[in-house]
């Protein structure tokens, strides 16, 4: 699988396992699954794994770890993230979670930004994952802590990444004004947007892709099928857009998009991985997975050749606007950097 490279910080393999289905994103996976939903990944050439605290109350990293254990420590990176503390909670362990995640609520998730809330959460996740160091730490969602996260917070990651701790630092969120600030006023060198540059929601370009790309600092883009919408061939009638229902005037426009891909012989899933590639900014696109089928599916579409002229037609009919400096379509399957 071909790799991007950090301008500081480790290669990327082009696609990464997001490991939130690990923690039992809505629904419950079976520790067999998600075993498999790595092993698979690895199977594929996926290098890179990202996790955090947050999902599924550290079910996600124990998983994760498991799943790694054993595997050379020098081949593969680990990304997990602060700023949600897990403080146990055993008033309310007989209850089910209410963030999301189908696990008993065991623990709260106090938001912390500070040096030591960042301290701790970091040695709780080596302590899951049984790793002696991760790779990349991201703030993880502070859209309602800026100050904290932007001062103690970035101050904290670089001297941990200064000191060696850890190789790279930055952002994850949902939004990309905040991350851009981030790039613009901070010493990250990645951040994770998450369905902020997609087919159908391209607010990254405005600002937070052509400023990493000047600044050096790399993106990852996350959540590219926007929960849903984009990851069937043909988008249903029910599909989710960042998990709410979608509106009929976007499944309106995934089904032109569908319909251009078809003509091309690709699939809209296909698509939707290969367009926030096409940026030079963005260093890895992440997907989940809950099983190894799931994670050989990403593989397979990540491997699909996408022609030129598909980017053109869109880029005609005004569905996709081109990406400035995006690479041509590599002549040979694997060639490229």
Same mark, same amino acid.
Request: proline share 6%; glycine share 10%.
């Given at each position: 699988?071909?790799?991007?490279?950090?301008?500081?910080?480790?290669?990327?393999?082009?696609?990464?396992?997001?490991?939130?289905?690990?923690? #039992?994103?809505?629904?419950?996976?079976?520790?067999?699954?998600?075993?498999?939903?790595?092993?698979?990944?690895?199977?594929?050439?996926?290098?890179?794994?990202?996790?955090?605290?947050?999902?599924?109350?550290?079910?996600?990293?124990?998983?994760?770890?498991?799943?790694?254990?054993?595997?050379?420590?020098?081949?593969?990176?680990?990304?997990?993230?602060?700023?949600?503390?897990?403080?146990?909670?055993?008033?309310?362990?007989?209850?089910?979670?209410?963030?999301?995640?189908?696990?008993?609520?065991?623990?709260?998730?106090?938001?912390?930004?500070?040096? %030591?809330?960042?301290?701790?959460?970091?040695?709780?996740?080596?302590?899951?994952?049984?790793?002696?160091?991760?790779?990349?730490?991201?703030?993880?969602?502070?859209?309602?802590?800026?100050?904290?996260?932007?001062?103690?917070?970035?101050?904290?990651?670089?001297?941990?990444?200064?000191?060696?701790?850890?190789?790279?630092?930055?952002?994850?969120?949902?939004?990309?004004?905040?991350?851009?600030?981030?790039?613009?006023?901070?010493?990250? %060198?990645?951040?994770?947007?998450?369905?902020?540059?997609?087919?159908?929601?391209?607010?990254?370009?405005?600002?937070?892709?052509?400023?990493?790309?000047?600044?050096?600092?790399?993106?990852?883009?996350?959540?590219?099928?926007?929960?849903?919408?984009?990851?069937? %061939?043909?988008?249903?009638?029910?599909?989710?857009?960042?998990?709410?229902?979608?509106?009929?005037?976007?499944?309106?426009?995934?089904?032109?998009?569908?319909?251009?891909?078809?003509?091309?012989?690709?699939?809209?899933?296909?698509?939707?991985?290969?367009?926030?590639?096409?940026?030079?900014?963005?260093?890895?696109?992440?997907?989940?997975?809950?099983?190894?089928?799931?994670?050989?599916? #990403?593989?397979?579409?990540?491997?699909?050749?996408?022609? %030129?002229?598909?980017?053109?037609?869109?880029?005609?009919?005004?569905?996709?606007?081109?990406?400035?400096?995006?690479?041509?379509?590599?002549?040979?399957?694997?060639?490229?950097?």
């Amino acid at each position: 699988m071909r790799t991007r490279t950090l301008t500081r910080g480790p290669e990327l393999t082009e696609l990464g396992l997001g490991a939130a289905q690990l923690g #039992n994103l809505a629904r419950e996976t079976s520790d067999t699954d998600a075993q498999g939903a790595v092993d698979a990944a690895w199977d594929s050439g996926v290098r890179y794994f990202d996790t955090a605290p947050h999902y599924g109350l550290g079910l996600s990293e124990r998983r994760l770890g498991a799943a790694l254990a054993g595997r050379p420590r020098a081949e593969y990176t680990v990304s997990t993230k602060v700023g949600r503390l897990l403080v146990p909670s055993p008033r309310t362990a007989h209850r089910q979670d209410d963030g999301g995640f189908a696990v008993p609520a065991t623990h709260r998730r106090d938001w912390d930004f500070s040096r %030591d809330g960042i301290l701790r959460s970091l040695e709780g996740s080596l302590t899951r994952l049984g790793l002696d160091h991760v790779d990349v730490v991201y703030l993880h969602d502070p859209d309602d802590h800026w100050h904290e996260a932007s001062t103690t917070g970035v101050d904290t990651l670089v001297e941990l990444r200064e000191q060696g701790v850890v190789k790279a630092v930055g952002a994850g969120m949902n939004q990309a004004a905040m991350l851009a600030e981030f790039v613009r006023r901070s010493d990250v %060198d990645l951040v994770m947007v998450a369905g902020r540059h997609t087919l159908l929601d391209r607010s990254a370009r405005d600002e937070l892709l052509p400023l990493a790309q000047e600044r050096g600092v790399g993106v990852v883009a996350a959540a590219v099928y926007n929960s849903g919408l984009l990851a069937a %061939d043909r988008p249903p009638s029910d599909a989710t857009y960042d998990y709410l229902p979608a509106s009929r005037a976007l499944i309106a426009r995934a089904g032109a998009l569908a319909d251009v891909c078809e003509r091309h012989g690709v699939t809209l899933p296909e698509a939707a991985i290969a367009y926030p590639l096409r940026h030079p900014a963005v260093v890895s696109v992440v997907l989940g997975a809950r099983d190894a089928r799931q994670s050989r599916t #990403n593989a397979e579409r990540l491997a699909a050749r996408v022609p %030129d002229a598909l980017w053109a037609e869109l880029a005609g009919l005004g569905l996709v606007p081109e990406v400035p400096g995006a690479p041509s379509t590599p002549s040979v399957p694997g060639e490229g950097s």
